[in-house]
């Protein structure tokens, strides 16, 4: 009994003796005073804000059009006994030339016809007029010119002797009319697109004959978005003149494997926004396509698809940026000498997919900060960070002293 107690007792005794090295230990154990943590401001790229001329250009596709394009219809019947050697698909011709001939016999005969009623109608008309004569000198022998009646003197006969003049000469004019109409003529310089009819075919009065269209201009219809218009200085309705010419146009187009450009200029726009696409276009022009305005010999040709670069109105001190320094719609954020944010609104006169290009709310020498801020507000403090100075192709981690994504609004 008395062992077991001794060894409880020494078991407690070695607990007691431990628990007092220990907390002895604690107590020799140096003091470490708490000292606050300072953090640095988030590190922000910037770019210098560097004034130039800038002209903004504007890319468009459209499809190449003629001026006048119509449909060759006969206006008398006839049977076909000569065509033009141009009156071919894709031949060309000018104004003037003679492209369809149809049979003329029965309209000279037509013509000759109402010749000979011409000279008769006339030859009543002098011997009514001679009749009417006679009977007035009569009466004025007998002194009673006053009261002789119309009838007396033949007024009725002579006013339809002259109507049947004037009706003899309306019929040859539209004898002859209809002879000239035989003759198919060119009304512009052009090219035919489709031919529908053949010699000897016979056709009536508004049949189809073929298909021109002119080549004296061609059209170019560029569907543009407002900001294009802005870019442009274009208002809707615009109409060039000679005081107020509308701005070039170069179109681009491969052809036989080999790119080739012409030159024109907006001519006018649409007087309508078109209510599908919320798009008005612009019209551009090519003078002489398939001549003077070709590409060395090779023509713009009419339903070619083409890509146009439209020259745009210039900006003598506008600034460009990076995409990443715009916030919202118009918003970037300035370092001030003393390193804090300063949030402007700015005037964005193009926004393409890398930058940005604008015309009032920096000034130049400005640092624009072009880092993805989140949570900035103005007058906070950063850390200006020169990208140049910046090595390797990704920006730093993020962390105190070092360039990072992580200070102002989500764009």
Do not use: C
């Not at 507000?377 to 981690?397: F, Q």
């Amino acid at each position: 009994m008395i062992r077991k107690l001794i060894t409880v007792f020494g078991s407690l005794g070695i607990l007691l003796v431990f628990f007092g090295f220990i907390g002895f230990m604690g107590s020799m154990r140096p003091k470490i005073e708490p000292t606050a943590v300072e953090i640095a401001p988030p590190a922000v790229f910037y770019k210098v804000a560097e004034a130039q001329a800038v002209t903004l250009d504007v890319r468009a596709q459209g499809e190449v059009r003629p001026r006048t394009d119509i449909n060759l219809t006969a206006q008398v019947a006839g049977k076909i006994v000569d065509t033009s050697a141009a009156f071919v698909d894709g031949g060309a011709f000018d104004k003037g030339d003679l492209l369809i001939k149809i049979e003329d016999a029965d309209y000279r005969v037509a013509v000759a016809t109402a010749k000979a009623r011409v000279a008769q109608a006339e030859e009543g008309l002098r011997m009514e007029e001679a009749e009417s004569a006679l009977a007035a000198r009569d009466y004025e022998d007998l002194g009673r010119s006053e009261n002789a009646s119309e009838l007396a003197l033949r007024m009725p006969q002579l006013a339809q002797a002259r109507a049947n003049f004037e009706a003899a000469r309306a019929e040859l004019r539209a004898a002859q009319l209809n002879l000239e109409r035989t003759e198919i003529r060119a009304p512009f310089k052009g090219r035919v697109r489709t031919r529908l009819v053949g010699l000897g075919q016979y056709v009536g009065p508004g049949a189809q004959l073929g298909g021109i269209f002119s080549t004296d201009v061609a059209d170019v219809r560029l569907p543009l978005t407002d900001s294009d218009l802005a870019k442009l200085g274009l208002p809707i309705s615009f109409v060039e003149t000679e005081e107020n010419p509308g701005p070039p146009a170069h179109l681009s187009a491969t052809l036989a494997g080999k790119q080739h450009e012409w030159t024109g200029r907006i001519a006018r726009t649409d007087g309508a926004i078109d209510p599908t696409t919320r798009q008005i276009s612009a019209i551009a022009v090519v003078d002489d396509p398939y001549g003077a305005g070709s590409d060395n010999g090779t023509p713009l040709a009419i339903g070619l698809y083409v890509n146009a670069v439209v020259e745009g109105r210039p900006f003598e001190n506008a600034i460009v940026l990076p995409r990443t320094a715009l916030y919202g719609r118009d918003v970037v954020y300035v370092i001030l000498p003393d390193d804090t944010l300063d949030r402007r609104t700015v005037d964005v006169v193009s926004a393409e997919r890398d930058t940005i290009t604008i015309s009032s709310g920096v000034n130049p020498g400005e640092r624009v900060a072009t880092s993805p801020l989140r949570g900035a507000s103005e007058g906070a403090k950063v850390t200006p960070t020169d990208p140049e100075n910046i090595e390797g192709d990704e920006p730093p981690a993020s962390g105190a002293g070092t360039p990072v994504a992580d200070a102002g609004g989500a764009q």
